[in-house]
């Protein structure tokens, strides 16, 4: 039996989870008048340096073959970010596939991270209507089902290296890093 990408996260709680936000924009500034030019080719992603708490012996076996079966970049998982969490109820939204302002069924915040389809979004302004988001919407939205609670990500793993270290006290500490994969 074969592995079916994503694959879900172990369940493991994390001491740092580090999301950073990373823009396609060129930037070029002339070093004698300091005119600058700007150009923005659209597109965006997430990426994370994640370090889990101390694992037992057995947490960490869960966890090597969970990044065994990933088989370096090859693969693909979900995973959320374990702070960011909110209580609104479930609401639809509208876009298209590159589009960088949804309309939603009711009022979303800004800073507010919401998922659909397992790709991880935030909303940069307050409203229902033409909210805007990054990065641009990965597919056609109609109506969509819009996750607000733990929203998910679809990830893959930044490098084909995957380190197993093991502490002198017998703990397994993992730290690795991963970009958005759509």
Known sequence: MSLTYPLSFPSVKFTSFNLRFIKSVAFVES??????????FGGGRWEASVTTEPLSYTQARALEAFFIGLEGRKGTFTLSHPLHTTTMSATTATGSKGDTDLTFSQEVSAGTYFSIANSLYMAT???TTDVNIQPPLRANASSASVDFTQPPGTWR????????????????????????AF
């Open 31 to 40: 070093p004698f008048t300091y005119n600058q030019q700007v150009h923005d």
């Open 125 to 127: 302004e307050t409203g």
């Open 157 to 180: 793993l930044a490098s084909n290296e995957v380190e197993f270290p093991v502490s002198s006290d017998n703990y397994y500490i993992y730290n690795f890093a991963c970009v958005e």
